[in-house]
RNA sequence: GGGUCGUUAGCUCAGCUGGUAGAGCAGCGGACUUUUAAUCCGUUGGUCACAGGUUCGAUCCCUGUACGACCCA
């Protein structure tokens, strides 16, 4: 290795490689697996000095050598632990010289005894440093880590690696998961697995992402939810059931949507519609008690109170109370059509332009003028029929369904209905939404003659729910961005290099 | 899809009304035996996202493209 190499990226490269070269040419074994750690950096912090030796396994963030001295900061999953070798210390001259062919960012087994330094810090004295696995990429700035919001989605093992609040992020992400379970299955439903590839897109209103299967010669969509397997289980005898995991739509990205996301959807048979935002409203209070601070959470600019207790408002008095209009107007069809008319050059307003149901109407009007202000959670009820094709028609009013949405700072949070099990009336809505589908309209359901079949086997009544977990998560954790809590969110292909 | 802003060293960032670029960290060389973002001295490193255009001359002005952030849809 030449001393005076240039510093750019593909020579930092080089060198760190070549390290590991010289590792391997003094008999080192280059990449070791043989080395057991003892203890977690976190568990010797608690631990008192004493000459026992201790083996702790991680990675260095830090270095400093002082000439015939040096220390080194070791971080693992627990925590970080310092390293220290010098040259009068028993069999630690080689130790200093393995510290010093050390890079940021290398792991390592380092094996030693406790001790602490004169300002109190609980250091190893450095017996055995080995190298377990080279770093060759140079790791991000040592204080400010990853920074470009960009990189920190697209290179997560760097922005995990050099940020323990990301890690810790993530970490709580898996706790409210946890905790998701534990509360169903404390209420006696079953955690099942349903299909993720479907002959049949169905369960919700969206554009599907297509696949094949080869040897079946056969076309398969990706789930845009699993409603009408686990309503299928329903049928099958389980009377409650929940599933995590995800689904995939075909649209845009956002700060609101990855095109695959994960859902929790859950059913319960003998159950309505009323009694699901009952137990969500305790699912939430419970998630409130161990990750928002006095049943508060900071979102989106807002400040929320998830205390129980939400509000509920039929959609047509909340369309005609944030629009300044009489419930009468709110069901008329020519009021609405002018109302969004207004949004000029918008999609709404084309939408509206066309031939849309009254429903439909109802629904962009809310969409565009009462969503985005429901900031403390609302449950908005007595959807139209017309836009909820699996939901069950109230007995006193067949345009509308048993049917709710909850809204936390302006943003879908869960979608909820007592389940339509009459077979004849499902059969009616997917021949409507299958003529849709065939006048042009890409997300409207499929006829689904198997499914159907399944409800003739008699589905007992039942209520279900569809949560968003990823953006459950941003509202516990305060995250504005749902690729802040996704591992990996899709990224387009990074820009080539070469012009 | 539309608007606004951004893209400069491996990372974090400066760079004025146009005269081909700087810092900190990392790296490299040196000093230093209890440091804590160690310190001190020296030093390497750049197709200024990409492609055009205007200009004697472009990181800077203009157009387009890619990628991203925010807002609107």
């Not at 009952?278 to 049943?295: C, H, K, P, S, Y």
């Amino acid at each position: 290795m030449g001393n005076k190499e240039a510093a750019s990226g593909e020579k930092l490269y080089q060198m760190r490689k070549a390290k590991l070269d010289e590792q391997a040419a003094a008999g080192r074994i280059r990449y070791p697996n043989d080395f057991s750690p003892t203890h977690a950096a976190a568990t010797l912090a608690q631990a008192e000095p004493d000459s026992t030796p201790v083996r702790v396994a991680g990675r260095i963030m830090l270095i400093r050598q002082m000439g015939k001295s040096a220390f080194a900061t070791l971080a693992d999953a627990s925590g970080h632990i310092q390293l220290h070798a010098a040259v009068a210390e028993d069999g630690c001259r080689d130790c200093l010289d393995r510290l010093g062919e050390l890079d940021l960012g290398d792991i390592v087994g380092a094996t030693g005894s406790l001790f602490r330094t004169r300002r109190g810090e609980l250091t190893i004295a450095l017996t055995e440093l080995r190298l377990l696995a080279k770093c060759l990429r140079p790791p991000p700035e040592k204080h400010k880590g990853l920074v470009d919001p960009e990189l920190r989605s697209r290179k997560r093992h760097l922005a995990l690696m050099s940020d323990p609040a990301e890690r810790q992020r993530f970490r709580k992400r898996s706790a409210i998961i946890a905790s998701l379970r534990a509360f169903f299955d404390e209420r006696g439903y079953l955690e099942v697995e349903t299909p993720m590839m479907h002959p049949i897109a169905g369960g919700a209103a969206a554009r599907p992402f297509c696949t094949r299967h080869n040897s079946l010669d056969m076309q398969l969509y990706l789930r845009i939810a699993p409603e009408l397997y686990l309503k299928r289980l329903l049928v099958g005898g389980y009377e409650r059931v929940y599933e995590i995991n995800r689904s995939f739509r075909n649209e845009g990205v956002s700060t609101r949507h990855n095109p695959e996301f994960t859902m929790l959807e859950f059913y319960a048979a003998y159950r309505r519609h009323t009694d699901m935002m009952d137990l969500t409203e305790e699912l939430f209070a419970q998630l409130a008690e161990r990750f928002a601070d006095d049943g508060r959470v900071e979102w989106l600019g807002h400040s929320i109170n998830l205390a129980s207790g939400w509000r509920r408002i039929g959609l047509i008095d909340a369309i005609a109370e944030y629009n300044g209009l009489s419930p009468e107007q709110a069901r008329d069809e020519q009021v609405l059509t002018e109302r969004l008319a207004g949004f000029a050059g918008d999609k709404a307003a084309a939408a509206a332009a066309g031939r849309p149901s009254l429903g439909q109407l109802q629904m962009l009007l809310f969409d565009k003028t009462v969503a985005g202000k429901l900031i403390d959670p609302t449950f908005v009820t007595d959807f139209p029929a017309s836009v909820s094709p699996l939901a069950r028609r109230a007995d006193d009013d067949p345009e509308i369904a048993e049917r709710f949405e909850l809204y936390i700072g302006g943003c879908e949070m869960a979608n909820g209905f007592s389940e339509l099990n009459d077979p004849a009336i499902q059969a009616q809505v997917f021949r409507a939404q299958a003529a849709a589908a065939a006048a042009g309209d890409e997300e409207a359901m499929h006829y689904d003659a198997d499914y159907i079949e399944a409800l003739e086997a008699a589905m007992p009544p039942a209520a279900g729910e569809g949560i968003g977990i990823d953006r459950l998560v941003m509202l516990m954790l305060g995250c504005s961005s749902i690729r802040e809590v996704m591992l990996f969110p899709l990224v387009r292909p990074a820009a080539e290099k070469a012009g």
